[in-house]
């Protein structure tokens, strides 16, 4: 009920705020957009200028103004009741894993580097989970009350989901980050938490951005950021079968590859492992969303290292994380991090000229700053559906989109990172210039 009652007085309460953040972000890039155009001009996008995001802004508040046209009602889930068990003896068996998120971090302070040092490191090949736990801790303990930390969900074989939460919790206008829900894709983890750290350190500094110190502008919005939502899948992208704790998760594992071998979908054991990009079930996260779930027909019918859309839309741990978020809190916008390309894609041929207005908005924005190509994805369909954004935009009403990062092979190597944290440093600070509002 939360989701379908949310939905509508968001959109229309943001309709006159988005002009004013359009204009706002439009004179920002008009003066210090400067500092960005290496990054812009490196790809030549017939659709993106600036031209295009203020015009979008002056068709948005005219058509607003003369036809009230309310927004569409989310169409209803068509989820069954889930029927409840009364123990979960899964669920107990993952919590007794010795998951260091269980641990007391403390006893990690050795390893925090030095005052003046960066904590996240970005030198190393693999940026693990353990060590995202420990810079999640590293980090609350450098810049005390400046983020929350929340375990959303544990996952089969025994990892937490972590939500970051930073910015005015009590803003009417929330956005959420996931990244990394394809295992091989975690170049992207490693970015959420470069992004969180370079947040922390221009909010200590009062640094600005556009005409706005950090400080005023996170004051008028809250960011939900899903460092590393696949944490099961990405310890068999980084370490293979030796990246898993449970029996079950191995048997599964190793089930997925005789039966991806069988089919055509497999050659060595290493680089299947590499190119994983399901969970720990053999699900791929992204075809879990109940968004034509039913109607999917583009992938195997059972699991495997990509396609297997599970036993039930939603049926998964972390497809239940993410979509708590959006239950909790009143989140206008939802961006998944992918890999890879340098695109965004947005617009799934949406039929709601508002929401289809909003989703071009935040495009161009982020076209803008990280100079990736808009793309057109499509209205879900039987090959292609379950996903995440498809999911927010067609069933929530929400504003969603995808961006994929790198011009590399998933894995992405660590020496294209520098690419992507130039494209990628400001777009939590430019979220919040867009989304942010004075209450
Ligand atoms: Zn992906």
């Given at each position: 009920?939360?989701?379908t009652?949310?939905?509508?007085p968001?959109l229309l309460k943001?309709?006159p705020?988005?002009?004013?953040a359009a204009?706002?972000?439009?004179?920002y890039?008009?003066?210090?957009?400067g500092?960005q155009?290496e990054?812009?001009s490196?790809v030549?996008?017939d659709?993106?200028?600036?031209?295009?995001?203020?015009s979008?802004a002056?068709?948005?508040?005219?058509?607003?103004?003369?036809?009230?046209?309310?927004?569409?009602?989310?169409k209803?889930?068509?989820t069954p009741t889930?029927?409840?068990?009364?123990?979960?003896e899964?669920?107990?068996?993952?919590?007794?894993?010795?998951d260091?998120?269980?641990?007391?971090?403390?006893?990690?302070?050795?390893?925090m580097?030095?005052?003046?040092?960066?904590?996240?490191?970005?030198a190393?090949?693999v940026y693990?989970y353990?060590?995202?736990?420990?810079?999640?801790?590293?980090?609350?303990q450098?810049?005390?009350d400046?983020?929350?930390?929340?375990i959303?969900a544990t996952?089969?074989?025994?990892?937490a989901?972590?939500?970051i939460i930073?910015?005015n919790?009590?803003?009417?206008?929330?956005v959420?980050?996931?990244y990394?829900?394809?295992a091989?894709?975690?170049i992207?983890?490693l970015?959420?938490?470069?992004?969180?750290?370079?947040y922390?350190k221009?909010?200590?500094?009062?640094a600005s951005?556009?005409?706005?110190?950090?400080?005023?502008?996170?004051?008028?919005?809250?960011i939900?950021?899903i460092?590393?939502?696949?944490?099961d899948?990405?310890?068999?992208?980084?370490?293979?079968?030796?990246?898993?704790?449970?029996?079950?998760?191995?048997?599964?594992l190793k089930?997925?590859?005789?039966?991806d071998?069988?089919?055509?979908r497999?050659t060595?054991?290493?680089?299947?492992?590499?190119?994983?990009k399901a969970n720990a079930?053999g699900?791929?996260?992204?075809k879990n969303?109940?968004?034509?779930w039913?109607?999917?027909?583009?992938?195997p019918?059972?699991p495997?290292?990509?396609?297997?859309?599970?036993?039930a839309p939603e049926?998964?741990a972390?497809?239940?994380?993410?979509l708590s978020?959006?239950d909790?809190?009143?989140?206008?916008?939802?961006?998944s991090?992918?890999?890879?390309?340098?695109?965004?894609?947005?617009?799934?041929?949406?039929?709601?000229?508002?929401?289809?207005a909003f989703?071009q908005q935040?495009a161009d924005?982020?076209a803008q700053?990280?100079?990736?190509?808009?793309r057109i994805?499509?209205?879900?369909n039987?090959?292609?559906s379950?996903?995440?954004?498809?999911?927010?935009v067609?069933?929530?009403g929400?504003?969603?989109?995808?961006?994929?990062t790198?011009?590399?092979?998933?894995?992405?190597?660590?020496?294209?990172f520098?690419?992507i944290?130039?494209?990628?440093?400001?777009?939590?600070p430019?979220?919040?210039?867009?989304y942010?509002v004075?209450?």
């Open positions: 009920m939360k989701k009652n949310g939905k509508t968001i943001i309709v705020f988005l002009i004013m204009a706002i972000v439009f004179l890039h008009t003066v210090s957009i500092e155009s990054t812009s490196e030549q996008s659709e993106v200028t600036v031209d295009s995001v203020t979008l002056g068709d948005l508040g005219s058509q607003t103004q003369a036809d009230a046209t309310p927004t569409p009602t989310p209803p889930k068509s889930p029927t409840p068990t009364p123990v979960d899964d669920l107990l068996l993952r919590q007794s894993v010795d260091i998120s269980t641990h007391d971090l403390a006893g990690y302070l050795s390893e580097p030095a005052e003046g040092e960066d904590i996240v490191s970005t190393t090949e693990t353990e060590q995202m736990v420990k810079d999640i801790y590293f980090l609350s450098r810049y005390p400046l983020f929350d930390t929340n959303l996952t089969v074989d025994g990892r989901i972590y939500e930073i910015g919790q009590r803003s009417s206008h929330h959420l980050i996931q990394s829900i394809h091989r894709e975690y992207n983890t970015l959420a938490m470069c992004q969180l750290e370079d922390l221009n909010m200590t500094a009062g951005y556009g005409d706005k110190t950090y400080p005023d502008l996170f004051s008028g919005i809250c939900h950021l460092p590393n939502s696949n944490p899948g990405i310890a068999i992208s980084q370490f293979g079968e030796a990246g898993l704790r449970t029996q079950g998760a191995k048997d599964t089930a997925c590859y005789e039966f071998q069988a089919s055509g497999a060595d054991f290493e680089t299947y492992c590499r190119r994983f079930n699900v791929d996260l992204n969303f109940d968004v034509g039913d109607i999917y027909a583009g992938g019918t059972q495997s290292y990509e396609g297997y859309h599970g036993t049926s998964e972390e497809t239940k994380a993410i978020v959006t909790t809190y009143p989140v206008i916008a939802v961006i991090y992918h890999s890879e390309g340098d695109v965004i894609f947005w617009n799934y041929e949406l039929e709601d000229e508002q929401l289809l989703d935040l924005n982020l700053i990280t100079g990736y190509t808009k994805s499509k209205k879900y039987a090959s292609l379950g996903g995440c954004s498809d999911y927010y067609w069933v929530e929400r504003i969603a989109l995808t961006i994929e790198g011009e590399d092979t998933c894995p992405i190597r660590i020496n294209v520098p690419n944290w130039r494209d990628n440093q400001f777009v939590l430019m979220l919040a210039s867009l942010g004075t209450e």
